[in-house]
């Protein structure tokens, strides 16, 4: 569902336990251990629990987060985690010197492992968050609790900065603030410290959502406050829109973004559409909004909601490669 370095998260809901205290068989795609602080923790005792997790787990991601006054427990943490082909995440706690940070994240990822930022958005300034996108981190995993509904803006701001893919922490209780995250860009909102069997039906229900919709994660469009990736059902820019400022954030003129959704459309079934406003799918709304010309025309090349929402994605991924 979601490939990042060598993960692969077969699912969008993460959940975190301490070391301490784990039930090894955690559900969701990724499973995080937290708490190693390793000018406590020995790295023997680290790896030991990460063992004893992939015992259970299987082919399931798992991950470690660590923090240390040194860098080279972390370094040596690293290496472990690549080993094992597991994520490594860093918590600030013992790294709070910007200069550090920005100077270890190239170290640890000279080590082969797939690295993940664990941030709390007070400490993400938009200077810090452009440094970091200039860097090899894989992921942002962005500490959202507490926010009070505030978490989907500033997934929303990570993403327009087109950086590391996204990881959400926050108080989720139901299904709608989990999409909520999803839809603004988050690749994975992870859950701490959830009801066992809350967190096991809502992988569950998201797994079927990710069936049903062939987008989990998809934007909403841009006109509705969706993030840059909406600019995939933008229709050409004809008209006094939110289109002409989200193409300024992209870093494309109009004449651009016309000739590149085209070309990309080239070729695939997007390219279709008679019948519809703009004679392309490739302008074509997101499937939630009700349009029975777009589905006429699907209906007469075949093609399912689910496949047009498959091919949405691909085409914003494309849109936005830098
Ligand atoms: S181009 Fe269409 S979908 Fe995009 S922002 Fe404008 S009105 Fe909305
Ligand atoms: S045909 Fe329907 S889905 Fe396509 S751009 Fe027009 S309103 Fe949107």
């Not at 950086?163 to 959400?168: F, N």
């Not at 839809?183 to 909102?189: F, R």
């Not at 993030?227 to 494309?252: E, F, I, Q, S, W």
Request: charged share 25%; net charge neutral; with cysteine.
């Amino acid at each position: 569902m979601f490939e990042v370095g060598y993960l692969h998260i077969d699912n969008p809901i993460a959940t975190i336990s301490s070391y301490h205290q784990f039930a090894p068989e955690g559900p969701g795609g990724l499973f995080i251990l937290d708490g190693f602080d390793l000018d406590d923790v020995p790295l023997a005792e680290m790896e030991s629990c990460l063992l004893k997790i992939k015992e259970h787990r299987g082919r399931r991601s798992v991950g470690l987060s660590v923090t240390c006054s040194l860098d080279e427990p972390l370094l040596a943490a690293a290496r472990i985690a690549n080993r094992n082909l597991c994520l490594l995440e860093l918590r600030l706690s013992k790294i709070r010197d910007p200069v550090r940070l920005l100077e270890l994240i190239p170290s640890l990822k000279r080590c082969g492992v797939t690295l993940s930022l664990r941030i709390r958005p007070e400490e993400l300034s938009d200077a810090l968050l452009q440094r970091l996108n200039e860097t090899e981190l894989d992921l942002i995993h962005l500490d959202l609790r507490g926010l009070n509904g505030a978490g989907p803006k500033i997934v929303k701001r990570a993403k327009d900065m087109r950086g590391p893919a996204i990881m959400a922490l926050a108080d989720v209780g139901e299904f709608e603030d989990a999409k909520a995250l999803l839809s603004m860009g988050a690749e994975v909102v992870s859950l701490r410290g959830a009801d066992p069997d809350f967190a096991e039906w809502l992988s569950g229900a998201m797994n079927e959502y990710d069936s049903l919709s062939g987008w989990c994660n998809a934007p909403k469009h841009i006109c509705a406050g969706g993030d840059l990736r909406g600019l995939a059902y933008c229709c050409p820019p004809v008209k006094h829109c939110a289109v002409l400022n989200a193409l300024k954030k992209a870093g494309m003129t109009p004449e651009e973004f016309v000739k590149k959704k085209l070309s990309l459309a080239k070729g695939t079934p997007l390219e279709k559409g008679d019948g519809t406003c703009f004679g392309s799918l490739v302008w074509c709304c997101k499937i939630t909004k009700l349009c029975y010309l777009r589905d006429a025309a699907m209906a007469r090349i075949g093609l399912s909601g689910k496949e047009y929402m498959e091919l949405k994605k691909k085409l914003a991924e494309d849109l936005l490669k830098k």
